[in-house]
Each structure stands twice: as C-alpha cells, then as structure tokens.
C-alpha cells in the first residue's frame, strides 16, 4: 500500500519490511518533504554506522539503545529522542528489544524506491 500523503495512518493496515539482521521497517507516510517511518529491533540488532544528507530526528518508542551521533555516544529509552544533522555518522545498538520512529526531511527516496 502506497502511503504517500497518507492523512490518517492506521498501523494495523501496514505491512513490516524484513531489513535483516533483526531490523524491519514500516513507512508510516511521506510526501516529498518529509517522512516518518518505524524500525522495530530486536535485542542486538544493529543499525549499522551509515551517513546521509537528509536531517533526521528520532523517537525511542520503547526499548532501550546505544546510540552514536558522530563522536558522541548515549544510551536511550522509552520516551527519549534524537537528533542528526545532514551527512553526520550514525548509528544504532538495540540493548533491549524496541521501536524507534524515524523522521527525515527531505523524504528517503531511497526507502520507497524498488
């Protein structure tokens, strides 16, 4: 299902994109400014030390992870957040199973594109 401009976004109606390693995705919904898009780990899983030049924000909606932001590292739980500026290294340990809500501006097109 194409989420694009979706207004009303039903979680139950989205399907989860395996990512391997422990990591699935949803795309919540987008429009060419901005996304949000859920990643549900699972303990251990590892978003892997990447760059990019989207702004990016991010909301731990459970779960506890190690986090890096450039040369700095913290540890997040429940109800904690982020943020990364454009084209700054980062990445991601799960230490407890949990969900980050991801958001990007512009949208990740690279996400959508098959």
């Known amino acids: 299902m194409d989420q694009k401009g979706k ?8 399907d989860w994109e395996e ?11 987008y429009d060419d400014n901005l996304m949000m898009v859920k990643v549900a780990f699972e303990k251990g899983g590892i978003g892997t030390l990447h760059s990019h030049f989207h ?11 190690e986090i890096t932001i450039g040369d700095k590292t ?6 904690d957040a982020y943020y990364i500026p454009p084209n700054i290294v980062h990445g991601a340990l799960c230490l407890e199973a949990g969900v980050l809500v ?11 594109s098959k």
């Open 19 to 29: 990512l391997g390693g422990g990591l699935k995705r949803k795309i919540m919904s």
């Open 102 to 112: 991801d958001i990007f501006t512009p949208l990740r097109e690279d996400f959508i």
């Open 7 to 14: 207004e009303f976004i039903n979680d139950s109606e989205i």
């Open 55 to 65: 702004t990016q924000m991010s909301y731990v909606d459970s779960g506890s992870f």
């Open 74 to 79: 913290g540890v997040l739980k429940k109800g």
